[in-house]
């Protein structure tokens, strides 16, 4: 099993940065892939970032490219979302989730590939 917590959210604003980290309790967070999603009021959850069991690839979406970068420390298990360049559309609660199945890679997008998530951290960005 594996047990996230999230932590490093915040009011910032809109250009500012954050820095969430996501600290993983558990024998199988190097062996997990590891995802950022976020969800908005009255929005379904949103894929934000994932990264590989090595840490050598990662992934984003579209919206993501160039402002956010994971990363993790299996030695630390923790996972982290540096956000650059916020704007008011990235506030939401951001949720880190592992997965430790076997999947194609279009469905790291899928919330429900995942089977552990933390409860989650508030991001809101002030224009």
């Known amino acids: 099993q594996v047990q996230l917590v999230e932590s490093g959210g915040g009011l910032v604003q809109a250009g500012g940065s954050l820095r969430l980290s996501c600290a993983a309790s558990?024998?199988?967070?190097?062996?997990?892939?590891l995802g950022w999603f976020r969800q908005a009021p009255g929005k379904e959850r949103e894929f934000v970032a994932g990264?590989?069991?090595?840490?050598?690839?990662?992934y984003y979406a579209d919206s993501e490219k160039g402002r956010f970068t994971i990363s993790r420390d299996n030695a630390k298990s923790t996972v982290y979302l540096q956000m650059n360049s916020l704007k008011p559309e990235d506030t939401a609660v951001y949720y880190c989730?592992?997965?430790?199945?076997?999947?194609?890679?279009?469905?790291?997008?899928?919330?429900?590939?995942?089977?552990?998530w933390g409860q989650g951290t508030q991001v809101t960005v002030s224009s």
């Open positions: 989730g592992a997965a430790t199945g076997v999947f194609a890679l279009a469905a790291m997008m899928r919330p429900s590939t995942y089977n552990y």
């Open positions: 558990g024998r199988t967070f190097s062996s997990s892939f």
């Open positions: 990264v590989s069991r090595s840490g050598d690839n990662t």
